[in-house]
């Protein structure tokens, strides 16, 4: 029997997006990689308020603070890019 690749590489510090900057990008895309199912309640009302609807949907987002903090709490569920 084979090891199990994900031993040693668990946790947010692997799959934790990072959010770029104010300065850095004026705009973001969100990609929802992780489902919301099983997570509490606030964390899917995040998702929805974000736009995130489904499992691999993607939006757009102006990044100003108040995209940024909700991005920081899904973190773990989501992947961001910042947009040229």
Sequence with gaps: ???NPAVGRQGP???AATIPA???ARRVRVTQIR???GQPK?????????GLDRHQST???PN???VRGMLFKVR???EVAAVE
């Design 1 to 3: 029997m084979g090891r």
């Design 13 to 15: 510090v692997y799959y």
């Design 22 to 24: 104010e300065s850095a």
């Design 35 to 37: 489902s919301g199912i």
């Design 42 to 50: 606030p964390l899917r009302r995040t998702l929805a308020a974000l």
């Design 59 to 61: 939006v757009e987002l």
């Design 64 to 66: 100003n603070a108040s």
């Design 76 to 78: 773990h569920l989501v």
